[in-house]
């Protein structure tokens, strides 16, 4: 099984600053890793698929990065809504997916 | 716009068997374009991926919950099944069905609350 970690588990940032989280994997996934949005009470929101491709209606502001084994999100000005829990997914050992357990950005 | 809702029992007792239904509007699931997945979210273990079904009927489970897990569809009422049997309170969580786009989830429904007690 590909074990998913992220860091930190929480990220403290004021509105209008720049967000980095970051995702790792236990072993190469390339470029197979999706990030997800969720904010309390809701489902998680597709933000990033293929590391890098935001989905559609998602702001530009959301970016993804990285290859093989490292990942980041990246959320350059942060807006209100935007506080929530961030999670990765990989999707290389297909069928079969695993979460990283997520980081909560917060104010 | 596609929809998807989660239904069945918010209770469920240990050892019995959980079953929930997700029904789709908006689109069909008999599209050979996507599949269909149910993930589940404790506070313990975060978000957890139990299985995934096509519109042919190939079911794939995850390894941790395969020999509780069943899934199926009913193209006809246009909804897809889970049952998981043999349940303890670990199992307690929010369901969530979803589409995957092959290999990511791009449309999730609201999840349902399942507990397991007696």
């Known amino acids: 099984e590909i074990v998913m970690t992220q860091s930190p588990a929480t990220l403290s940032v004021s509105p209008g600053e720049r967000a980095t989280l970051s995702c790792r994997a236990s072993q190469s996934v390339s470029n197979n890793l999706a990030w997800y949005q969720q904010t309390p009470g809701q489902a998680p929101r597709l933000l990033i698929y293929g590391a890098s491709t935001r989905a559609p209606g998602i702001p530009a502001r959301f970016s993804g990065g990285g290859s093989g084994t490292e990942f980041t999100l990246t959320i350059s000005s942060l807006q209100s809504e935007d506080f929530a829990v961030y999670y990765c997914?990989?999707?290389?050992?297909?069928?079969?997916?695993?979460f990283g357990p997520g980081t909560k950005v917060d104010v | 716009q596609l929809q998807l809702q989660e239904s069945g029992p918010g209770l469920v007792k240990p050892s019995e068997t959980l079953s929930l239904t997700c029904t789709v509007s908006?689109?069909?699931?008999?599209?050979?374009?996507?599949?269909w997945g149910w993930i589940r979210q404790t506070p313990g273990k975060g978000l957890e991926w139990i299985g995934s079904?096509?519109?042919?009927?190939?079911?794939y489970y995850s390894p941790s919950l395969k020999s509780r897990v069943t899934m199926s569809m009913d193209t006809s009422k246009n909804h897809f099944s889970l049952k998981l049997n043999s349940v303890t309170a670990a199992d307690t969580a929010v369901f969530y069905c979803?589409?995957?786009?092959?290999?990511?989830?791009?449309?999730w429904g609201q999840g349902t609350l399942v507990t397991v007690s007696s």
């Open positions: 997914q990989q999707y290389n050992n297909w069928p079969l997916f695993t």
């Open positions: 979803a589409r995957l786009a092959t290999n990511y989830f791009d449309s």
């Open positions: 908006g689109g069909s699931i008999n599209s050979g374009t996507y599949y």
């Open positions: 079904i096509y519109y042919t009927g190939r079911t």
